[in-house]
């Protein structure tokens, strides 16, 4: 029961079949996968050494990817019973670190290409930042630390398989060929699991579909496939839970241009403890919504085909580089007439009270042209309410009152 759709995961896998076993034929990489003894471990002490060199190469990357790291730390050992793997969460109380454990009793059923994928789901990038991050969280209540929500734990743990990639910590293409792997078994329980449960589908017809589209071999197939029977759309969340992150990652990215940051996007995610998935997306489209710059400025002007709004875009970007101390925020009116009112924020202080993009410009050029001049010792307050620490001058509405300054993290 093949399946005839030319997806990106099959010319991916002939791609690297054709560099590292010398074939792009889909049946012959899944056959040399499956049963080619030199593509698969001889013992236990094998499996523990590259579970361990995997981590330590993502130890070493972690920093460059993530702001927040857990101060727990992330071992590795193997147990002849259980999963193939799986990850095992520090203790609340610090005395215990993260461990990745590996099933060693068959050491022949593990291929060489698998594990550092799994090492990366498991442990690092994957479930231990996950939920050593949420063990560790001091504001959020102790059922956010440990409670599972699958499409997002395990839509994290897949997604850093990928992630794995772009951070460059795959040895070589016979690892990243393990990559596909695991994207093969994933992709297969979509199919199968609503083949069997919505679409009638037999157990043989279950174990034949994921032989005849995947490197497993009989033994795992048929455990997964047994799984699934009883345990309906379990297996389903894993990868619905990695393409949600993935279109929340580019939607961010679409709306940030150069100002996404990798790490402000993985510390948003992993920051809060365990929620659903509408949860999440809310949170970062939050974030990256929450300070957008003068590139996202001259798009909602352009959008309007608005000629006047475009050159006032432009004289923003211009006083916005030359002095580099100055990013918009909120809500802006997409034409030239009173609408939200836009924050300018200077050094995490909020200064509001603007309410039509002439008045903004022109307090904006007064402000970067004598802001050495003033002091923070005056506050003002628009007929909003809204309070600043940092004087605008030119403001019709405001008038200077005795304030504290206003709290850095509004805004």
Known sequence: MRNTRNSELDEEYKELGAEVLGTSDLT???????NDPELHFEDGPMIVAASKAALAKAKAAMGDWFGRLPEADCLVSETPSGPLAF????????????????????????GRFEIEALAYHEGIPGHHLQLAIAGELQDVPNFRKHAHITAYAEGWGLYTERLADEMGLYTGPLERIGMLSMDSMRAGRLVVDTGMHAHGWSRQQAIDFLASNSPMNVGQITNEVDRY?????QALAYMIGRLEIMRMRQEA????????????????VLSSGLMPLPTLDRMVSEWASSSPGWKSMI?????????????????????????????????????LSPGPLPTIIENRKVVRGIENVRAFVRALDTYLTEW?????????????????????????????????PADSSRG
């Open 372 to 404: 050495n001049r003033f002091q923070s010792d005056t506050c003002y307050v628009d007929e909003h309410g809204n309070v600043c620490d940092i004087p605008v001058p030119d403001l019709a509405d405001a008038r200077p009152v005795d304030a504290t």
């Open 253 to 268: 990215r679409d709306t940030m241009g150069d100002r996404f940051d990798i790490k402000g996007f993985h510390d948003v």
């Open 229 to 233: 029977i009883g345990w309906p759309g």
């Open 299 to 335: 798009t909602l002007y352009q959008r309007d085909s608005c000629e006047e709004c475009t050159e006032i875009a432009k004289r923003l970007r211009d006083m916005v580089v030359a002095h580099d101390v100055i990013t918009i925020g909120d809500q802006w009116p997409s034409e």
């Open 87 to 110: 990850y095992f969460r520090p203790a609340a109380d610090g005395s215990r670190p993260g461990t990745f454990f590996v099933n060693t009793s068959d050491p022949s059923g593990w």
């Open 28 to 34: 012959e990489i899944y056959g040399r996968l499956r």
